[in-house]
């Protein structure tokens, strides 16, 4: 049987103030989420963001009406005081491509992911497996830049579910 | 992958009567097809030699995994389970489960032609599965197949996904089906490059000096938008067809508008290929032909160029046999 190696006394005397720290604290295993799980994901906007649907009569370059999201900037202190500086807006403007439009439309709280991915196959007649592969990776760069959030509905907690 | 409704006759597969309409999707990778429910998907494909494997996953939790190889000499079927469902028990027992295994299950009877020696089964442990093993006599591959899920999965479609199996391609022709692409080369032919990016699917063949490169787009409404096919191609393609000195004619394929695609590798291009002899020992080919189309039914448009001699029919066969759609 393996024993592990006792900690040098040095470190124990530091405690847990060095398990803070991310180079010298003990690596913690990242929550594992299965693919069963995040099928059955549920995206939602964050409703910090407003948008709207805008099309050619509106000034945008498509034929079909795209959302233009309006994501307010950092309301910290150091943003407050660059956004005085600089004379920044209050807001940046994303303007949505026609496929990312219909993701943002249809993340309302209430549609899988699974829907989604039928969805979008559905209706551009793309197979489930390429749809699926562009689509997670589309879901995680909005909820990396917190324009959208995944709740992860479990067995027994229907209602509010985890984030 | 390609989606058919047709019959296990004339989709080529085994069996006595007409493929479950559950089964549309067709899965081929050097000369091993099979059909899958829809919405199942490849997720891995390798082997161009002795060996290959091919894993398809559901929309839920089962899955169907694939293996074959070619021994040499005389190939024992029973025992060649035996081995496998050792390194299964092995697997088991280093995470402290029992795996229950039964052969020749009741229900799993007949799966597959007698000449082909078969052996059903199915085991279960933390997950289930139902299996067949077998040994072709004609192309010499023992195929190991089983369609996994969880413990409280229903795995009747297994039955109808092994029947339906085929372990070589026909009348010297491999089909090569992955993803909404779905071509068939003549035996020989191996694959070079597997492309599968966000809406497009490519396959590269060679054979000797002969290049065969099939391309799939989705997407087409949008892609198409406010251009015409021929453009939207030559202005994505600009950088590949630069090597060639090209004409674009005008024809109809499988009932659409297509453009054929008629030239000859560029002096440098020839030269390029002709420096490389001593180092492949084989003669290229300096000839290309093509077809491009647009596929208003499934919404992708199709590329299919052919690097061949010039008196070649390749790319006619090859085209001949491209469905694009249902």
Redesign the interface.
């Known amino acids: 049987m393996e024993q592990r190696r006792p900690l040098p006394a040095w470190r124990q005397r530091a405690g847990n103030w060095l398990d803070r720290l991310p180079v010298v604290g003990p690596r913690r295993a990242a929550a594992r989420i299965t693919r069963a799980e995040v099928l059955q994901a549920l995206p939602f906007r964050n409703e910090r963001i407003e948008w709207e649907m805008k099309g050619p009569e509106d000034g945008q370059k498509t034929d079909t009406p795209v959302a233009v999201l309006r994501v307010p900037r950092r309301q910290d202190r150091l943003g407050k005081i660059l956004q005085r500086i600089f004379e920044a807006p209050t807001h940046k403007v994303v303007v949505l491509d026609e496929l990312g439009t219909e993701v943002w439309t249809m993340c309302d709280g209430a549609t899988t992911v699974d829907e989604l991915i039928r969805s979008l196959a559905r209706t551009h007649k793309l197979e489930r497996r390429e749809v699926e592969v562009s689509l997670t990776t589309y879901l995680r760069t909005l909820a990396r830049r917190g324009f959208i959030g995944l709740r992860l509905e479990t067995a027994g907690e229907a209602a509010g579910g985890r984030k | 992958?390609r989606r058919t409704t047709g019959t296990a006759e004339k989709d080529g597969t085994r069996g006595e009567g007409p493929l479950p309409a559950a089964l549309s999707v067709l899965v081929g990778w050097n000369g091993l097809t099979l059909h899958t429910p829809d919405?199942w998907?490849?997720?891995a494909v390798s082997g161009e030699g002795r060996q290959g494997y091919v894993k398809v996953v559901g929309?839920?939790?089962r899955h169907l995994e694939v293996k074959w190889e070619q021994p040499k000499g005389v190939v024992n079927v029973p025992q060649a389970l035996e081995r496998y469902l050792d390194r299964l028990r092995k697997t088991a027992r280093r995470s402290r489960m029992e795996l229950v295994v039964r052969t020749k299950p009741a229900g799993l009877g007949r799966l597959r032609p007698d000449d082909q020696a078969p052996i059903a089964y199915t085991w279960e442990a933390a997950q289930k599965a139902v299996g067949c093993i077998w040994h072709c006599g004609h192309c010499g591959r023992l195929v190991i197949a089983e369609v996994v899920g969880e413990r409280d999965d229903d795995l009747s479609i297994a039955r109808s996904i092994l029947a339906g199996i085929r372990e070589h391609g026909e009348d010297d022709w491999i089909t090569w089906s992955l993803?909404?692409l779905t071509i068939s080369a003549p035996v020989g032919f191996t694959m070079e490059k597997q492309v599968?990016m966000?809406?497009r699917?490519q396959f590269q063949l060679r054979k000797g000096g002969a290049r065969l490169q099939a391309d799939r787009w989705?997407?087409a409404?949008?892609a198409l938008?406010g251009g015409s096919v021929r453009e939207w191609y030559e202005a994505r393609e600009r950088a590949a067809l630069s090597r060639y000195a090209y004409r674009v004619e005008e024809t109809v394929l499988r009932g659409h508008r297509a453009f054929r695609l008629v030239g000859r590798d560029r002096w440098w291009q020839a030269l390029l290929k002709l420096a490389r002899v001593p180092a492949t020992l084989t003669w290229p080919c300096f000839f290309m032909q093509g077809y491009l189309w647009h596929c208003e039914a499934?919404?992708?448009i199709y590329a299919l160029i052919v690097e061949q001699s010039r008196r070649s029919t390749l790319l006619e066969s090859v085209a001949a046999r491209v469905p694009c759609h249902a």
């Open positions: 992958m919405e998907s490849p997720v929309p839920d939790t993803y909404g599968l966000t809406g699917q989705g997407l409404e949008l938008r499934s919404n992708r």
